[in-house]
């Protein structure tokens, strides 16, 4: 046994190692310290038996309290079902203007349509339910098929273009250019006039031009002044809004080979009370009627 | 032992003890020594049961006063409202943002601590903190049940008996008691008073209700029971400030060695002790202190400055018809002038000085800044958000609409009623979102007493009466009982020119 050094000042022995000639004490530890080691050796012990602890190859040990975090969320999730029921039941009870009328339904409807928009709209529609070219934006008072309640609620049901739906809102504009139903002066005319109808700098003579083309091809579906019908989803071409571009060019390309937006129909894939809270929802956005 | 010196001991009771720091024998490797504080008797002493007495009524009292709100706040005077984010006091209520009120007052406490440091000394440590009034408290029932230091000695040092078990379990029964009342009075000041006591005796308050007097109970018990003065002197970061903050002015408990060394154990009127001091090296001091120290030693960081030592003494004093305040209450000013034999200068006046006047002067204006705000103070506040997504968006007309989220608190105890108009850019619309039509002059918004209403706005205006990007326009919320106004500035937006 190696002699052990004593320390001159405290009396107590060195551990023997050195360092630049500073010494160790060899002091016990301290018995709290060692208490509290000691008691978290046991707490671990208990709790390894107690809870989830020791993976196996399929599983890890369940623990004798039985605790799953699985199972705690899945509590969680059934603790907020239960206090939303009242409000879910009442969404399917009532119609839509009634949903509406009631502020505190119409604000859970509300808060329930916004985080299924962002899960299931904001990929076209934007976060802000703004839209861009070709996608609508739903905060403006310029709707294609309807504004009212029960109108975005059959689109948001049945979707648009969307032929899996029998009941899918369609229409499809003819391609004036791409079919050659009209030349290319002809379209250029119709363009002119188009934005005149909404009142932007135009040429005047093609526009004056392009009105009989305009009334003869396009004032069936789009109206004698450019104000659209919603029954047949045709977009009103006298406001300041444009769903592909309002320059010459966008509209021109429109008129050649007209795009068309499709969505998907949401009353297979979305229950009906949510889609009442989309509808509240995006209704609630600015543009509703 | 003399014949001398047992004569004294007719009189004082002399006790052989060691001071716990004393410098003698100061390690830094030895573990606690356990201290029995005898139970001292003057007018300190008085002073401290006084304080003691007030503090603990305070603590248990405040809790259970009412203070009527009406139907829509609590009627408990003073409460954290934690769920709901309010901290009532008495006729204050203070928001979750207005808690720069307490801060103000914290900063209050603070100089007003080092104010009281830098003229009495320690006297917060020595009379009014909870660790001082709690031990004082559990050694109260200690000496109530194992008997005075003598007894308690022997008691710790016998052997375990049924009267000893007996005591010692009657002691910690009480002591976890007490500590269970201290906890259990804590968590009031968080929740109805009432209320919480039927349900906590019912077992339906809430389990974080349970906790925290279980955490609290376990700290009361510990500290005042086990830890006592180790809590002041190692834990307590105050007292290292504390020890900045004194100097020659101020009140520090002094022992006068002037007068009392050297230190005789003969009795008074013999030959040897006409050379020697007052003192006579009794002890009584020692035993007294709760901190276990020897204040004879000079001022150390150990001492919480409770005076007990005075009291001890100057009974000694008395006893032996000698004057009294051997241990006093002095500035070291003093203390010097008394070692070279000049005349006291302290007076009040010599209280008021730089550092004094200072911290006086911070107060004041800490009081009167808060009483200020507090009397400017609107019970109407309102905060706009524009809305970010869209920022604005185009309607068919040309016209530009944006979107805000309004909210309008009422810190009043009833339901008001407030209207919010708009102002400032011309022929602007105002619209619920959600709503049918646009609202014709002003919104009549009813917000619920002691709480906030939220309504989302949709305001629109033509591009004509906007004239840049971004355009300032007002949304005016008036009180329509006191016609009380809050005008907030608000931004308009439209797209870049």
Known sequence: MVKRELDEVSGTETTGHEWDGIKELDNPMPRWWLWAFIISIVWGVIYMAAYPAWPLITEATKGFLGYSSRAELADTMNAVQVSRQKYINSINALSLEEIRNDSELARFAYAGGKSAFAVNCSQCHGSGAAGSAGYPNLNDDNWLWGGSLTDIQTTISHGIRFEQDDDTRFSEMPAFGGDEILDRTQIGQVADYVLSLSKRQHDFENATAGAKTYADNCAACHGDTGQGDREQGAPQLSNVLWLYGNEKADIIAQISRPKHGVMPAWGERLDATTIKQLTIYVHALGGGE | MTQDSSSIQNVVDRVEVEAVNSKAKRSLYTSRKKIFPKRASGSFRLFKWWVMAVTLAIYYVTPWLRWDRGEFAPNQA????????????????????????????????????????????????????????????????????????????????????????????????????????????????????????????????????????????????????????????????????????????????????????????HQKNTDIAAQSGDCIDCNQCVVVCPMGIDIRDGQQMECITCALCIDACNGVMEKIGRPINLISYATLNDYKANVKGDTITTTWRSFIHGRTVIYSAIMVIAALLLVYVLAIRSLVDVSVLHNRNPVYTLLSDGSIRNGYVVKVLNKKFNIQQFSVSVSGITGLKMRIAGAKTDIQTELVLEVPANGLETVQLYISAKTSALNAEQNSFQFIVEDRDTSEKVIYDAVFYQAKK
Not at chain 2, 78 to 106: C, H, K, N, S
Not at chain 2, 143 to 148: A, L, M, N, S, T
């Open chain 2, 78 to 265: 003073v409460l954290v409202d934690l769920d709901v984010g309010r901290f009532y006091f008495f006729f204050i209520t203070i928001w979750p943002q207005e808690l720069y009120y307490i801060a103000g007052l914290l900063i209050m406490a603070g100089v007003g601590l080092f104010l009281v440091t830098s003229t009495v000394g320690r006297a917060w440590c020595g009379y009014t903190c909870p660790q001082t009034v709690w031990v004082d408290l559990y050694l109260w029932i200690e000496r109530w049940i194992e008997g005075d230091r003598n007894a308690r000695i022997k008691l710790d040092n016998g052997a375990w008996s049924g009267e000893k078990l007996f005591k010692r379990i009657a002691k910690h029964v009480i002591w976890l008691f007490v500590g269970l009342i201290t906890g259990g009075a804590w968590v009031f000041y968080f929740a109805d008073a009432p209320t919480l006591a039927v349900d906590l005796v019912t077992g339906k308050a809430s389990s974080i209700a349970y906790s925290t007097i279980g955490v609290m109970t376990a700290i009361t018990y510990v500290f005042a029971g086990f830890m006592r003065e180790q809590v002041c002197t190692y834990m307590c970061p105050w007292p290292r400030i504390q020890g900045a903050m004194l100097d020659d002015r101020s009140l520090v408990v002094t022992y006068n060695d002037w007068r009392g060394e050297p230190r005789s154990r």
